[in-house]
């Protein structure tokens, strides 16, 4: 089956998208994914997509199945949600009256632009020698409340920990598989 080996689905939503090979020869007619579509490989590996699919049809007209051509778009999708993201906290900081304010606001919206699952806004304090988590943000299904409660606890010293190390190396350390 069709849907055994292309496994796509809404990539903000998650959920199931309609097959356009199915569309097509249901109706016929040409047709493409919505906006925004993932592939999911055997590995279970997510791939932005883009696609069509059109109908083939014999020498009288019939029809007698359908071709799927698409291509992989991760890198731009990526680059779209970083520009979004962007354009987001601009927007957060424009309409807050402080950045205090805003350090919430930028976090929920960083976290669910980029598709994260938990953002922890750490504040490193010189004179102290230590970082705080001052603003915790997760997916509203995720249950994290001992994550929550073990990053509230950890207070770091430059270089120890994640925080830690991105504080004493002054650079964003990327975890790929955290």
Known sequence: RLGDIFVINNEETGKPTENPIERVLATGIMAALPDHTVLIDRRGT???????????????????????????????????????????????????????EAAARVLERLCTTLQFEWGVLWL???????AEAAYQWHRPETDGARFEKACGDFKPRKGEGLPGMVWAQSQPIWIKDF
């Open 46 to 100: 997510l791939r932005s997509i883009d696609d069509s699919a059109a109908p083939i049809r014999d020498r009288k007209g019939k029809l007698v199945g359908a071709i799927l051509v698409f291509r992989e778009i991760s890198e731009r999708r990526r680059y779209e949600r970083r520009s979004t993201a962007q354009h987001e906290v601009t927007r957060v900081l424009a309409e807050s009256p402080s950045l205090s």
């Open 124 to 130: 490193f304090d010189e004179r102290t020698g230590q």
